[in-house]
């Protein structure tokens, strides 16, 4: 056995080696023994100290005690005592070709001021290495906190040789990835979105990679061309593809709403995100035709988007629970933690504000918890992405998509509540271990398969290449 936990463990690299030679065998067996589990199964719960067994790619059993059941046998055993293990997070929305251009405009006063900069001066200038370069660091950097799903809204497919790279780039890190594409909102393209989905799926058929239609709420910002109507709906359903609408909120987007289930273009294949500002007429159809919602807690004040408060109580008001997601990382930051703080923060404030103010209209909400943001940011991450059958949590037949978080660091010792600690004592420097179906990507606090000092000098190039782009 073997502390995983320990970055100058001696012994951790020849496990590592073990591990990273018997991953293509189908029949390999991990034992993780001693970990706080956080299982984010309604029926499993938490155990304060149990064992998960990983067969291949797939979780196959956990419990307080596999060793007495001769879960050891052939098994590679990790002791995790002093780690918190849990599901891999689900970013159920992010922009990921942008990543080179990180915090480029950190002080965005509203969504004009990112359309002006990030979308129609930066995206034109994007070359298909461009694209493979800023998505490929967005997954690295997705993986390293922990997250081991992300749907990629990879709204600048300006050619096929754009869409390939981004594609592949979410291959070659190793992330559980969500092709998401959508035509560029301004500048030149080729025209072959959306009929190049067909194409992609077939060409880039994985077990990793889910593609999706990706569209815009309404023809306000970019013309009716990306707006999610009757055409749109019928090349995904053809292709048999989920649709995710971005750009969702105010009026326009409440009516939109309605219009789509009266056209029968609204389900539990659709994905709206934001979902800010909307009325109560369109939150009742959600619930009603089962479409899903990601919420960008720290997007929607951030950048200002309709109302700028996370729609969660309007959410929850009519029994939807939804994922949470990073958007851009030109102005936001790209962790899990944050999201969950933030969502968890703005929540309980206005819900206290609103028991403190006399003649505040509605019912007071209730106070979210510490463990819904945790069930946001991941159980129901996967459903809202369509994955909820695969990943999301730690039941026994789905992927085994999982995360160790160090438990004794300064930071979080000594461990009292595990769902408290997770949310508001942890963050990126505790994510010791990564899993992605079975196959180890982050190992004693180390991304793995990645050559940073290449991809500091790539990411450099290319963000000196867009801007100078740019700015001519």
């Known amino acids: 056995m073997h502390p995983v936990h320990r970055p100058t463990d001696t012994s951790r690299p020849a496990l590592l080696d073990r591990l990273r030679q018997t991953a293509d065998h189908p029949a390999r067996r991990i034992l993780f023994t001693g970990a706080t589990i956080l299982t984010m199964d309604p029926a499993l719960g938490t155990l304060d100290r149990g064992d998960l067994l990983v067969t291949g790619s797939t979780v196959t059993a956990v419990a307080p005690d596999l060793q007495s059941a001769g879960a050891t046998d052939d098994a590679i055993v990790v002791d995790a005592a002093g780690t918190l293990l849990l599901p891999g997070f689900v970013d159920t929305h992010r922009h990921a070709w942008q990543a080179q251009l990180r915090r480029t405009i950190p002080d965005v006063d509203d969504l004009a001021g990112y359309l002006t900069t990030t979308l129609a ?144 273009l609204l389900d539990e294949q659709v994905q709206l995100i934001h979902a800010t500002g909307l009325s109560q007429d369109a939150w009742r159809t959600i619930a009603a035709t089962g479409a899903t919602v990601s919420l960008a807690p720290t997007s929607e004040p951030q950048i200002g988007l309709d109302s700028a408060v996370p729609a969660i109580d309007e959410a929850l008001a009519v029994g939807v629970r939804p994922g949470l997601s990073i958007d851009v990382e030109v102005a936001l930051a790209g962790d899990m933690f944050t999201q969950m703080r933030a969502l968890l923060a703005i929540q309980r404030m206005r819900a206290v504000n609103a028991a403190h103010t006399s003649g505040a209209p509605g019912p007071v909400p209730a106070r979210i918890r510490t463990g819904d943001v945790l069930d946001f940011a991941t159980l129901q991450g996967a459903h809202t992405c369509g994955l909820g059958e695969t990943t999301g949590s730690l039941t026994p037949g789905k992927q085994a998509d999982l995360i160790l978080l160090t438990a004794d660091e300064i930071n979080n010792l000594p461990l009292n509540d595990p769902t408290g600690t997770v949310v508001l004592g942890c963050d990126t420097r505790n994510v010791d271990t990564v899993l992605i179906a079975g196959r180890i990507r982050k190992w004693a606090g180390r991304l793995l398969d990645a050559d940073l000092p290449a991809l500091r000098a790539e990411a450099a190039a290319s963000r000196g290449r867009i801007l100078r782009a740019a700015a001519s």
């Open 121 to 264: 001066r930066c995206a034109p200038a994007y070359l298909p290495e461009d694209m493979y370069t800023g998505t490929r660091l967005a997954a690295l950097g997705a993986v390293d906190a922990g997250i081991t799903t992300m749907l990629d809204f990879s709204h600048n497919s300006r050619s096929t040789e754009h869409s390939d790279a981004a594609v592949q780039a979410l291959l070659d890190t190793g992330i559980r990835g969500i092709h998401a594409a959508m035509a560029p909102h301004f500048g030149a393209w080729d025209r072959q979105w959306p009929a190049d989905l067909a194409r992609l799926r077939d060409r880039f058929a994985h077990p990793l990679l889910t593609f999706r239609l990706a569209a815009l709420a309404t023809d306000e910002i970019a013309g009716p061309g990306l707006a999610h109507g009757p055409g749109l709906a019928r090349t995904a359903r053809e292709l048999g593809i989920g649709v995710s609408v971005d750009a969702v909120f105010g009026a326009p987007s409440s009516q939109a709403i309605l219009d789509w289930a009266r056209a029968g």
